[in-house]
């Protein structure tokens, strides 16, 4: 079983900034990447951020500039630090991990947090 588990969120003023954090844990788990996905309210899912590994990071239009994504391989963890907060940054956002586990492709989600940007 691989968890998947999240922290950081919650209210952050505009112009502020957010950190989120995630680290992957289970057996046979070979990391692929690493990314960060969020879902607006009323909205589908989309891709934040994501880096593969021992690649470059890749981020939507919408944060470049203002959001890094890290990762620490040893850990199988990974930062999203974002700046300049803007009130529709508002969503859930969720840390997914690609893998392969006994050799099958293999894709894992967190449970969201809540990141609401309002004054």
């Known amino acids: 079983q691989v968890q998947v588990v999240e922290s950081g969120g919650g209210l952050v003023q505009p112009g502020g900034s957010l950190r989120l954090s995630c680290q992957a844990s289970?057996?046979?788990?070979?990391?692929?990447?690493m990314g960060w996905y969020r879902q607006p309210p009323g909205k589908q899912r989309e891709l934040v951020a994501s880096?593969?590994?021992?690649?470059?990071?890749n981020y939507a239009d919408s944060v470049k500039g203002r959001f890094t994504i890290s990762r620490d391989n040893a850990k199988n963890t990974v930062l999203l630090q974002g700046d300049s907060l803007k009130p529709e940054d508002t969503a859930v956002y969720y840390c997914?991990?690609?893998?392969?586990?006994?050799?099958?492709?293999?894709?894992?989600w967190g449970q969201g947090t809540q990141v609401t940007v309002s004054s």
């Open positions: 997914n991990v690609q893998g392969r586990r006994w050799g099958v492709p293999a894709e894992y």
């Open positions: 289970g057996r046979e788990i070979i990391i692929t990447a």
């Open positions: 880096i593969p590994t021992g690649g470059i990071p």
